[in-house]
């Protein structure tokens, strides 16, 4: 039986002593895949302790890649990491739009109010 890494057992494994990635749903150990990956270091190592499926699948590495990853599987990922991934993603997105509405919501009511105060005074102040 193929072992279930938890979450915890994820964010346990994220240094380049020991590197583990969570990708659809199997984890792997790249530890020693780290320096020799075309991409580089970093960006494996910045997927540490999340699910690193988008990224992967983002950068749309060939069959030769893909490949490699069955030689450094752990074992099965205990939980959803799709869901563990986008509840931060989309709590940032929501985040993100709310302040933006929030923005252009001002950006909108501000001068309107301005202006219905400019022409306010001069109706009562009799300017007009
Ligand atoms: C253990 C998992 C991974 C393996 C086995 C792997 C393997 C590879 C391989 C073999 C290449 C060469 C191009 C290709 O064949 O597609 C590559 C390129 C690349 N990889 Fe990964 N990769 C992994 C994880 C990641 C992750 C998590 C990222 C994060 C964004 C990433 C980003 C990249 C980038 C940006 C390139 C392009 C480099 C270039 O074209 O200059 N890789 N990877």
């Avoid at 994820?10 to 199997?26: M, Q, V």
């Amino acid at each position: 039986m193929a072992a279930r890494i938890t979450i915890d057992d994820l964010r346990a494994h994220k240094t380049k002593e020991s590197f583990y990635i969570l990708i659809e749903g199997k984890v792997y150990d790249c530890t020693k895949f780290i320096d020799e990956h075309p991409g580089g270091d970093e960006v494996i190592l910045a997927e540490g302790g999340q699910d690193a499926s988008e990224a992967f699948e983002d950068v749309g590495h060939s069959e030769e890649a893909r490949a490699l990853l069955p030689a450094m599987l752990v074992g099965e990922f205990e939980g959803d990491g799709v869901k563990l991934r986008s509840g931060a993603a989309a709590a940032q997105a929501s985040r993100v739009s709310g302040a933006v509405e929030q923005g252009s919501n001002l950006m909108y009511f501000v001068p309107l109010g301005l202006l219905g105060a400019y022409f306010g005074w001069r109706y009562y102040s009799g300017a007009a």
